[in-house]
């Protein structure tokens, strides 16, 4: 199968919902799809590096701060993706699996009184620059969804996602002992 197509060259692309649209590559939903594009590369580096770490410890542990929860973060990120081109398919308790994530790393972090800066470990950088991919992305989705009829889960979904990474980045500094930069 060939990568390019040669039909993109004019500034369009072709986007496949219920009907088929041959859209500006400046569109909205093409910008929606670019930024849960872009956010899931970030999930796959910080997986990535996750694994690295998760096999120097020689655990590959199912914890949601593992490399297997991410990828199932971006199972449901191209989930997605098809739910804005109308062909729903997230999973409806997506969002409370990462509430139960979030609420669970809580309990044992020690309580934030200050705003943070990103920062710190290398995995809570990555999980911050997560976080705030999550949040364009989640920007994008109000856009195209004043635009088109998308289900409410996604932007549930985007908004607790970047609160996710929030938490995780706090959670992998205090896992390496290492503070959050406090301002």
């Known amino acids: 199968m060939k990568i390019y197509t040669k039909t993109g060259d004019k500034g369009t692309t072709q986007v496949y919902t219920s009907e088929v649209l041959r859209l500006d590559k400046n569109d909205a939903i093409l910008e929606c799809y670019g930024s849960i594009d872009e956010l899931n590369s970030h999930i796959g580096l ?3 590096l996750l694994g690295s770490v ?15 929860f991410m990828f199932d973060i ?10 804005i081109s109308d062909k729903p398919q997230i999973d409806e308790n997506a969002t409370q699996v990462l ?10 972090l020690p309580p934030q009184t200050k705003f943070i800066l990103p920062g710190g470990s290398q995995l809570a950088a990555q999980a911050h620059i997560c976080r705030t991919v999550a949040r364009r992305a989640e920007r994008a989705v109000v856009t195209v ?8 889960i996604c932007i549930q979904y985007l908004n607790r996602l970047s609160d996710y990474f929030f938490v995780a980045a706090r959670a992998f500094n205090f896992k390496a002992q290492i503070a959050d930069i406090e301002v």
């Not at 971006?74 to 739910?83: C, D, E, W």
């Open 46 to 48: 910080l997986s990535a």
């Open 54 to 68: 998760d096999a120097s410890n020689s655990s590959n542990d199912e914890t949601s701060l593992s490399a297997s």
């Open 74 to 83: 971006q199972k449901t990120l191209f989930s997605i993706g098809f739910a």
């Open 99 to 108: 509430e139960e994530a979030i609420d669970k790393l809580q309990l044992e």
């Open 145 to 152: 969804s004043q635009q088109r009829n998308v289900p409410t």
